[in-house]
């Protein structure tokens, strides 16, 4: 299990919204790049990074800073979401270096958009859930719908995406720890490899998730981290430390 540390791009800063809402956000850097300098110097083989600014507007916007990332780390795993709709966003940011595509409100709003670009962009697709009280919300989490997360994300068992990445928009950015059971829940209910986000605190998180990583058919094979250890409650050193032992 890989811990991949998140960096949000809001206004051109590094970020954390408490349950994704604007009004909840705290600014912890005005140098993406130089955060992600810091968590690959921690031993990070994986970055998660977010494009909010992209995920509010339906278009990328911090294109130029992500670039930057991707072209200083070439070696470095690089997921991205957040405004993520077209074929041509896309491409441009796999061009740019970047590995892997996370597709959000597009997934929930033309499921068959997921097929389509991993038929067209194999390997390099993503499918973010994000989940309140089991319902999926688009939309930067603005809008809560009626569809369940598993009953979604049964729907891409057969496309060939790389993995899913599931937040409890509940847990997100309050340090409360992470969603264990409805984690669980979702990697058992499909074969997709999860990366669990959203809670995250301590190391306690991080063996939690240790123990149960071998229990579930997909696997939960990654673990986001954010505010944790912006607020130095997790070590991430340690943490991949631990992972890798």
């Given amino acids: 299990m890989q811990v991949i ?4 791009f809001k206004d051109g800063k590094v970020v954390n919204l408490k349950q994704g809402r ?3 956000s705290t600014v912890y850097s005005d140098d993406p790049v130089a955060m992600a300098d810091r968590w690959v110097d921690a031993g990070a083989e ?3 990074l977010v494009d909010l600014d992209g995920a509010f507007e339906g278009v990328p916007v911090n294109h130029p800073a992500i670039a930057r990332i991707a072209n200083d780390h070439p070696h470095l795993t690089i997921q991205l979401g957040g405004g993520i709709r077209s074929p041509q966003v896309i491409e441009a940011y796999l061009e740019a270096g970047v590995d892997q ?3 959000g409100t597009k997934a929930v709003e033309e499921p068959e958009f997921v097929g389509e670009m991993c038929h ?3 390997d390099h697709i993503i499918v973010g859930l994000d989940g309140l009280h089991g319902m ?10 009626e569809v369940s997360v598993k009953s979604l994300a049964m729907l891409f068992e057969s496309d060939g ?3 899913i990445v599931y937040t409890d928009i509940a847990k997100d950015g309050m340090m409360g720890g992470i ?4 984690t669980i829940d979702l990697a058992e209910s499909v074969s997709i490899p999860v990366i669990a986000s959203g809670g995250v605190t301590d190391m306690d998180d991080i063996d939690a998730l240790l123990d149960i990583e071998e229990k579930t058919s997909g696997g939960i094979t990654g673990v986001i981290t954010g505010r944790a250890i912006y607020e130095g409650t997790l070590d991430l050193a340690e943490a991949i430390a631990r992972c890798r032992a």
Avoid at 5 to 8: H, L, M, R, S, V
Avoid at 179 to 182: D, E, P
């Fill in 22 to 24: 604007l009004d909840e």
């Fill in 5 to 8: 540390p998140a960096i949000d």
């Fill in 161 to 163: 995406i790389s993995a």
């Fill in 179 to 182: 969603s264990l059971r409805s």
């Fill in 46 to 48: 994986r970055l998660h």
């Fill in 101 to 103: 595509l996370i597709i």
């Fill in 136 to 145: 999926v919300a688009k939309n930067g989490w603005v809008d809560v719908t």
């Fill in 120 to 122: 067209r962009f194999p």
